[in-house]
C-alpha cells in the first residue's frame, strides 16, 4: 500500500512546475582506499584540499568540501539549500552531523600514520539554532581533543561568516592499528 502512495506523491511532485532536479556525479571511492595505505593521514586529506584527489562521494552528494587542514584540525564548507530540507522547512539536522562529524573525523585522520584507520563510534550534537538556504555558508571546524592509540577524540563547530553557532559537537572515534 504504501508502494502505491510513494508513486502517486512522486506523481503530484512530478506533475507540477515546483519540482527540481539534481543529478550527482562521483569518482570510484577505491582510490581513497589504495592511498590511504601509503600516505599518511596529513598528506592524504592534503591531497584532496589540492585537488590531487576527488572530493569524497558524500561531499559531492551533500555539497560540502574539505577546504583546510592541518596536523589536528579540519575545516569544511557547507552551503545549505533547498535540497537539504526537510518536510519542516528547514535545513535537515544531518547536513549539520554530516560536516561536524567529517570535520571532526579529518581531525583525527591527519594525526594517523599511514595504513591505520578510524571510524566513530559516538557523536553527541548539539543544535543552537535552524539552517536554511537563506543561512548562508557554514563552515565547520574539527578539533582533536585527544589522540590515543585506541581512542581519539574532537570537538566540532559550525558557525556561520559572522561568527554565530548554530551547532557544536563532541566524537570519540576507534583507531584501527594494524
Known amino acids: 500500500m504504501k508502494k502505491g502512495l510513494s508513486s502517486v506523491v512522486l506523481h503530484n511532485l512530478m506533475s507540477d512546475n515546483?519540482?527540481?532536479t539534481r543529478t550527482v556525479s562521483w569518482h570510484d571511492p577505491q582510490v581513497y582506499l589504495e592511498n590511504l595505505q601509503t600516505m599518511?593521514?596529513?598528506t592524504f586529506l592534503r591531497s584532496i584540499v589540492e585537488g590531487k584527489m576527488p572530493t569524497p562521494p558524500i561531499g559531492i552528494l551533500l555539497d560540502?568540501?574539505?577546504e583546510q587542514i592541518e596536523p589536528g584540525r579540519a575545516v569544511f564548507i557547507v552551503k545549505p539549500a533547498e535540497q537539504h530540507y526537510n518536510p519542516i522547512g528547514a535545513v535537515q539536522g544531518g547536513l549539520a552531523a554530516a560536516v561536524l562529524d567529517a570535520a571532526m573525523g579529518c581531525a583525527i585522520q591527519?594525526?594517523?600514520p599511514a595504513g591505520v584507520g578510524y571510524t566513530t563510534v559516538e557523536l553527541h550534537l548539539n543544535y543552537?539554532?535552524?539552517i536554511t538556504n537563506d543561512t548562508g555558508p557554514l563552515t565547520g571546524i574539527g578539533k582533536i581533543i585527544h589522540s590515543g592509540r585506541r581512542i581519539a577524540?574532537?570537538?566540532g563547530h559550525l558557525t556561520d561568516t559572522s561568527g554565530k553557532l548554530y551547532a557544536h559537537s563532541t566524537t570519540t572515534c576507534m583507531i584501527f592499528q594494524p
Do not use: Q
Request: charged share 20%.
Open 18 to 20: 515546483t519540482s527540481r
Open 40 to 42: 599518511d593521514g596529513i
Open 64 to 66: 560540502f568540501s574539505l
Open 110 to 112: 591527519s594525526t594517523l
Open 128 to 130: 543552537i539554532r535552524p
Open 153 to 155: 577524540t574532537a570537538e
